[in-house]
């Protein structure tokens, strides 16, 4: 697990490997994470927006980003969390992903970036 805090926010990150599929002819390998988001600061604040950078290991990088979260903008509270879980296909057994959450602080309406730590992605068999 990595963890990273920006400006009293906390994103956990736990990542694990899915299976292998097959995408029109092509193997794919499917990974899983999921991130909470644990609000340490004073001030309720949402999520906005996210991005991402992922990379496999012929470093071949997707930039993904957009609305929130798996459809959610969570509004979350002092002392409080947002877990979720998504993933990813690549074309290696391994890469990694790095991004960021665009989020508004209830308080005082300012808008600010929250640093998702980069985390690796890898096959378990594919390790030595």
Known sequence: MVQQI?????????????????DLYQVKYAFGYKITIENQ???SVQLKSRFWKIKDALNK??????????????????GEKHTYQSGCLL????????????MINFTNTRRFRVQIPSFKLSAPFALN
């Open 61 to 78: 990088t997707e930039t993904v980003e957009g609305e929130g979260v798996i459809g959610k903008k969570p509004v979350i509270k002092p």
């Open 41 to 43: 600061s004073n001030d």
């Open 6 to 22: 920006t400006k009293g926010i906390k994103i956990s990150v736990h990542t694990f490997f899915d299976g292998i599929i097959y």
């Open 91 to 102: 074309n290696t057994p391994f890469g990694a992903m790095i991004g960021h959450y665009n």
